[in-house]
Antibody, heavy 120, light 113 residues
Framework: QVQLVQSGAEVREPGASVRVSCKASGNSLTTYYDHWVRQAPGQGFEWMGMINPGGSSTTYAQKFQARLTMTRDTSTDTLYLDLDNLRSDDAALYYC?????????????WGQGTLVTVSS | DIVMTQSPDSLALSLGERATINCKSSQSLLHNSNNKHYLGWFQQKPGQPPKLLIYWASTRQSGVPDRFSGSGSGTDFNISIRSLQPEDVAVYYCHQYYTTPHTFGQGTKLEIK
């Protein structure tokens, strides 16, 4: 059973950058994609992007193209999200999620979420 | 982007009743290559991450009680919860993974009367 464990809460000032990590364990899958999805307080979900198993291919939502980087350390099966130039409306719970079975699949495993607060 | 619209926004029913939540997509989620609808349903309880209930519009995820069922085609989908239980109180979301960016419905809050 896949488990995704994310790094702890972060507080950043506007204009700063943040890195959130997501470590996978119990994975026997060879075909999957990993995604980042965020949820602003009391709001719905916003998809940010996805990365392939080898980390060589990423697809980002257009609104994040200029300041989002998704990477993966394949040796530790750890996923990273780097978001630059933070704004107040980036304050949200950030989730990593794994879609087993390939590129266009349902998100069947989720991390516990990482709260990012943006405040001066 | 594909817009996902759920109805109703909230729902209050009695224990044992049947709940039905609807989801409409702005374009078809049917992929002709495999005849599957790229639509999932999540349940989210307070303070928890989402839990996948249904994928391919009607396939129940392993471990999900059979009182949950999904149906629909093209652009119109729904999830039904037969015989409501206290533990079903949650917000339910539909999600399209047909294309990027993935998009989600705004959520339907299900409460017990």
């Amino acid at each position: 059973q896949v488990q995704l464990v994310q790094s702890g809460a972060e507080v950043r000032e506007p204009g700063a950058s943040v890195r959130v990590s997501c470590k996978a364990s119990g994975n026997s899958l060879t075909t999957y994609y990993d995604h980042w999805v965020r949820q602003a307080p009391g709001q719905g979900f916003e998809w940010m992007g996805m990365i392939n198993p080898g980390g060589s291919s990423t697809t980002y939502a257009q609104k994040f193209q200029a300041r989002l980087t998704m990477t993966r350390d394949t040796s530790t099966d750890t996923l990273y999200l780097d978001l630059d130039n933070l704004r107040s409306d980036d304050a949200a719970l950030y989730y990593c999620a794994r879609a087993s079975g390939g590129e266009y699949r349902a998100l069947d495993y989720w991390g516990q979420g990482t709260l990012v607060t943006v405040s001066s | 982007d594909i817009v996902m619209t759920q109805s109703p926004d909230s729902l209050a029913l009695s224990l044992g009743e049947r709940a039905t939540i609807n989801c409409k997509s702005s374009q078809s989620l049917l992929h002709n290559s495999n005849n599957k609808h790229y639509l999932g349903w999540f349940q989210q309880k307070p303070g928890q991450p989402p839990k996948l209930l249904i994928y391919w519009a009607s396939t129940r995820q392993s471990g999900v009680p059979d009182r949950f069922s999904g149906s629909g085609s093209g652009t119109d989908f729904n999830i039904s919860i037969r015989s409501l239980q206290p533990e079903d109180v949650a917000v339910y979301y539909c999600h399209q993974y047909y294309t990027t960016p993935h998009t989600f419905g705004q959520g339907t809050k299900l409460e017990i009367k």
